[in-house]
Every structure is written in structure tokens, then in C-alpha cells.
């Protein structure tokens, strides 16, 4: 299946680790976007799970599709209540009537959509939402959780302080220690679960990648 992601508006640098999680993902995994725009990252995990023959992954794409103020070049895009909602579920209907893709609407912080999933739900986990500490932190404290042990959790944009600090401080007690891939923005991978049984998730990135 061609792959054309590439067309949808918006931001996307880390590919690398989404064929890693393509790669290593278990079998009837479940991977979750907080943050997913108008559907460019997950256009192209959904696309690549099907060329990898990973069907059998379900991908859940969590946003509140009202954007902030770096998304108002797209107003053109937001339909009469201010979200762009539809414009994301058109970009991905064609993984959504498959039921690869589920869409869910919803602040990140809602308390009744994070225990909509059990805990342990997911095996993978982009945390991509608001980039301020305090939303960055909670992000990863309330979703956390949520991962599977064996599982990772990817953090993009971990150039800016707020988001660098915040994974600091709310993975400082449950981690020994995390990965950054220097990159333009930079995403650092979290594994959850013990350090020695990581190398999976890890071992197509040269060791000089990671600071």
C-alpha cells in the first residue's frame, strides 16, 4: 500500500521510531497517540502496520481536534464548532472502516477517558499533546499506567525545556533511565519494565544517536 502520509498538513519527524514499534510490537498490540492532529503520524503507522502485514494492531489517536494558536493557518480547515475533527476522520477513513483506527475526542486529562482503558492496555504510547510542563507532565504521569510493562512510551520534542524537564520529573521514579534520538526535535524512548530487556526496541539505532 502506498504510503502518503506525506499529503496531510501538519508535523511529523519521528518515523524512525514508529518502524521500530511496527517491528517490535506484539501480536494483537495496542498503541495510542496523544496527539495526532489531522492524522499525518498516524496515516503513516497505519499504512506501514498494513504493508508490515501487522493488521492484527489496533491504534487509538486521542486528541481535542480544536488545535491552539500555531495550528491557525489551518482555520480553513475547522468546521463551525471549532474543531477539525472531521477533517482528521476524513484524512483516515480508510482505516477507520477497516477498524484499525479508532478516533477519540477528548482532552488528554479527562478523567473518564483515561479509565476507559485498563491498566497495562497499551504496548506502545507517542505522547505528543500540549508541549507545557505542566500538560506534558501529566500526560506521562496519568497515562503511564496505561503502558504495558515491556511496553514504551515516546515523547517528541524533547529540544524544548518544558518538555525535557516534565519527562525528567515524572519519570525519575519509575525509570533508571531514558533514551534521546538527536534528531530535529528530538524523541526520547522510554521503556518500561527491566533496562537489560530494552535492546529490542533499541537495536537498529546506532549507540551514538542517544545523549
Known sequence: MKNEYYKIPGWFNYAEM???AIENIPQNGKFLE???FLGKSTHYLCTNLINAGREDVTVYA?????GSN?????SKMVDKNGSFYETTKQNLQYF???NQCHLIESRSDN?????????QTFDVIMVDGAHEY?????????WWPKLKEGGIMLLDDMYMESVSTAASNALGNKVENFMVMRSKESTALVYKGNIEERKKWVKIIPEDHFA
Do not use: M
Not at 62 to 66: E, M, N, P, V
Not at 111 to 119: L, Q
Not at 134 to 142: L, P
Open 18 to 20: 514508529y518502524d521500530i
Open 34 to 36: 496523544i496527539g495526532c
Open 62 to 66: 486521542l486528541d481535542t481536534f480544536k
Open 70 to 74: 500555531e495550528h491557525q493557518f489551518l
Open 96 to 98: 477507520i472502516g477497516r
Open 111 to 119: 478523567e473518564e477517558t483515561i479509565n476507559r482503558f485498563e491498566d
Open 134 to 142: 505542566d500538560a506534558v507532565k501529566e500526560d506521562i504521569e496519568n
